[in-house]
């Protein structure tokens, strides 16, 4: 069972940054591809970002590429969104997932959810 905690949310202005964190219980964290995404009020979950469960391979929506950056350390057990350059429509409820290896972008593939951390970007 792996337990997922997001953190680093919060209300930014537009251009603003924000780096969130996701902390996992589990000590077998990198046997997991992990994953971020978001949910928009009134809209689908959708994905943001996803890490290799090694670290050295990742992929993006493209609304997010070349603002956003996902790492990981795994001797830390966490994962990290460095959200830049932010838009109003990058408000919504942040995701982190884990999943077994595979890179997937359909949140389906994903096991093991957070509880979200909230983003608010204002105009």
């Known amino acids: 069972q792996v337990q997922l905690a997001e953190s680093g949310g919060g209300l930014v202005q537009a251009g603003g940054s924000l780096r969130l964190s996701c902390a996992a219980s589990?000590?077998?964290?990198?046997?997991?591809?992990m994953g971020w995404f978001r949910q928009a009020p009134g809209k689908e979950r959708e994905f943001v970002a996803v890490i290799r469960w090694s670290g050295d391979s990742t992929d993006y929506a493209d609304s997010v590429k070349g603002r956003f950056t996902i790492s990981r350390d795994n001797a830390k057990n966490t994962v990290y969104l460095q959200m830049n350059s932010l838009k109003p429509e990058d408000t919504g409820d942040y995701y982190c997932?884990?999943?077994?290896?595979?890179?997937?972008?359909?949140?389906?593939?994903?096991?093991?959810w957070g509880q979200g951390t909230q983003v608010t970007v204002s105009s």
């Open positions: 589990a000590r077998t964290l990198n046997s997991y591809d």
């Open positions: 997932a884990a999943g077994l290896p595979g890179l997937a972008p359909n949140p389906r593939m994903y096991d093991y």
